[in-house]
């Protein structure tokens, strides 16, 4: 069950508005430059909630909310439960993940699924995970990031309708589906052996 938004603000002193990022705190996930986009929002009634634990080489990431001047409008929430993951998509303005490569992007559907519209990079698997469902731009443009985040953050009806989308792109993932694809591989490589 999802805690109510009075209760996020009791809990991780969210107060405002917030786009949510989940992954571990790690130079693929390309967090600088997501920060670096996000000091260039328009909009200072908005957070930016960085939620996972550090991985290798956090130092400049954690550095960099002072660096972009940003330093009071960014929260490092570090290992979040999954009694509380819930609450934090329900009730974010989206979900971004600007990793420069993903093996899948679990985290993708976890907010779709969840009804956070979602925000992510166009490399590796991210496009094949969030179909038509996602606004997606380029990792390596702190412009575009910046360009995509503020499309979906100040247009509500955008962001209901990917949440629809979303709910039908969720559906399309399960692990009964990959073990049915994966057996009639297997299958087919035995038959043709």
Do not use: H
């Not at 909009?43 to 972009?68: D, Q, R, S």
Request: proline share 5%.
């Amino acid at each position: 069950c999802a805690l109510p938004i009075y209760e996020l603000e009791k809990k991780f002193k969210i107060t405002k508005p917030y786009i949510l990022i989940v992954g571990t705190i790690q130079p693929r996930k390309n967090i600088t430059k997501l920060i670096e986009a996000f000091a260039k929002l328009k909009t200072e009634n908005i957070e930016l909630i960085i939620v996972g634990k550090k991985g290798w080489l956090w130092e400049e990431i954690l550095a960099a909310p002072e660096k972009f001047k940003v330093q009071d409008r960014i929260k490092f929430l570090d290992f979040v439960g999954n009694e509380d993951l819930p609450s934090l998509y329900k009730n974010a303005q989206c979900f971004v993940l600007p990793s420069l490569y993903e093996g899948f992007g679990l985290p993708v559907l976890e907010a779709m699924k969840f009804g956070c519209p979602t925000v992510i990079s166009n490399v590796s698997s991210l496009p094949e995970v969030g179909g038509d469902a996602a606004i997606y731009f380029d990792p390596l443009s702190v412009d575009d990031i910046a360009e995509k985040l503020t499309l979906v953050i100040n247009d509500e009806g955008l962001r209901i309708k990917m949440v629809e989308k979303g709910y039908n792109q969720v559906k399309k993932f399960s692990w009964e589906k990959t073990a049915k694809e994966t057996l009639k591989v297997l299958e087919e490589l035995a038959n043709n052996s």
